[in-house]
């Protein structure tokens, strides 16, 4: 007997349009299915074994036709929803603030976009408690400024995250304006 949870759980749950950008370069066209209130980053982070099972997928530079497919999590560099209906990372609160960040990735390619942090938060703190995966929201390719939109990033293809706002960290763990 199914429990009414679980029965709740699985109604909410609805198809999505992702795109998914792997390590090797190789873009994927899929669907999920993904609860009303959950948002990407923290379906992707809840993975069990890092598995996800796409329908309608497929992969448009071998011009396939779509079928089902999984995808191991590991393997992708970014995921995005392109209709919109997905919230990628969770909403700003009273102790959250909007904070500028460049993020460049293994092989060189370079973001720019904002995330979601608590203020005078270390960016390692940051990324370190975000787990697998964080939101990066209004991203943007840069140098061509090709917009991406709200991303989900895997935090291992990441070698630098820097913090635009003009703050260095403090020994104690606050933050104190960059010096001119």
């Known amino acids: ?5 679980i029965t709740a759980r699985l109604r909410s749950a609805q198809p999505r349009r992702l795109h998914l950008v792997m390590r090797d370069g190789t873009m994927i066209e899929g669907q999920i299915q993904i609860g009303e209130e959950q948002t990407l980053v923290s379906y992707l982070n809840s993975r069990r074994g890092g598995w996800m099972n796409l329908t309608r997928a497929r992969r448009p530079k071998l011009d396939e ?55 005078q938060q270390r960016m390692s703190d940051f990324v370190s408690a975000s787990g697998r995966f964080l939101g990066l929201a209004h991203a943007i390719l840069l140098p061509d400024e090709r917009a991406l939109g709200d991303i989900a990033l895997h935090g291992g293809s990441i070698v630098i995250f820097r913090d635009l706002g003009g703050t260095v960290p403090l020994e104690d763990g606050g933050s104190a304006p960059e010096p001119a």
């Open 1 to 5: 007997m199914t429990s009414p949870q």
């Open 65 to 119: 036709a779509s079928g089902y497919m999984i995808v191991q999590s590991d393997h992708v560099i970014l995921a995005s929803a392109p209709d919109g209906n997905v919230q990628i990372a969770g909403g700003a609160t009273a102790a959250i603030e909007e904070r500028q960040v460049e993020v460049v990735l293994v092989g060189g390619k370079t973001l720019r976009g904002s995330v979601s942090a608590a203020t």
